[in-house]
């Protein structure tokens, strides 16, 4: 949203480190994968597929990997929207 507002993405993540919201994420992934627009941090979905068959394969409570997948299925939802977006001319 800051950067929409006209702010420096890097302003603000060296803001936020500054203060109490610094975190791993704001100092690795963030600079490192979200800056740049390449979203290159995490698992590859279908690493985390497999870990939800193994899950499965482990006898896991149904609640478990429905919560699991559910996750995952957000998570490829926002990957979906990321990919839209980069792909608009401009």
Known sequence: MGAKGGLDPE?????????SGRSG?????VPNAVLDRSFGYGAALHILMKDIDLAIAQGLPPECIALATARLA????AYERIAKVEARPE
Do not use: C, K, P, Q
């Open 74 to 77: 957000r998570i490829n939802a």
């Open 25 to 29: 994420a704001t100092l690795t992934v």
């Open 11 to 19: 302003v603000m993540v060296n803001a936020i480190n500054a203060g």
